[in-house]
């Protein structure tokens, strides 16, 4: 799709916005990964300190997955967004939601999803992204 501005040029639609592109790319990872064979257990887990966009079961492992949408590579790709202080608000946020739900001793991992265009053709899932330590 193009669009024409006012002196007759033609460009590209702009990017969606950040809150909509966001949830887009969480829309299509929760997709992916259902159709993965991932169940998805929460979406937007949040307490002080920290979020995790999806909470899935596979198999008996309880999963975080971080999804990362960047639309411009010049700002290093969706995996260069994930930063120390990044994987430690998750942990944070994986360690509350395992202490809210009673879920001591449980399997987890935490993925990542990277998503440099809106579409399932363009994900990259990079399962055990990173450790709890």
């Known amino acids: ?65 971080e999804v990362r949408f960047r639309h411009r590579a010049s700002h290093g790709g969706a995996i260069a967004s994930i930063t120390a202080g990044k994987r430690h608000r998750l942990l944070l946020a994986a360690r509350h939601y395992l202490a809210s739900h009673a879920l001591t001793g449980t399997d987890c991992r935490f993925d990542c999803l990277l998503l440099d265009q809106l579409s399932e053709n363009a994900i990259e899932w990079l399962r055990n992204a990173f450790d709890a330590t």
């Open 1 to 65: 799709m193009k669009w024409i501005d006012k002196d007759n040029t033609s460009r590209s639609p702009a990017p969606p916005e950040t809150g909509q592109s966001g949830r887009l790319a969480e829309d299509l990872a929760a997709r992916f990964l259902t159709c993965n064979g991932v169940r998805i257990v929460a979406r937007n887990y949040r307490c002080r300190g920290g979020e995790i966009d999806l909470v899935c079961r596979d198999g008996r492992t309880l999963v975080f997955v």
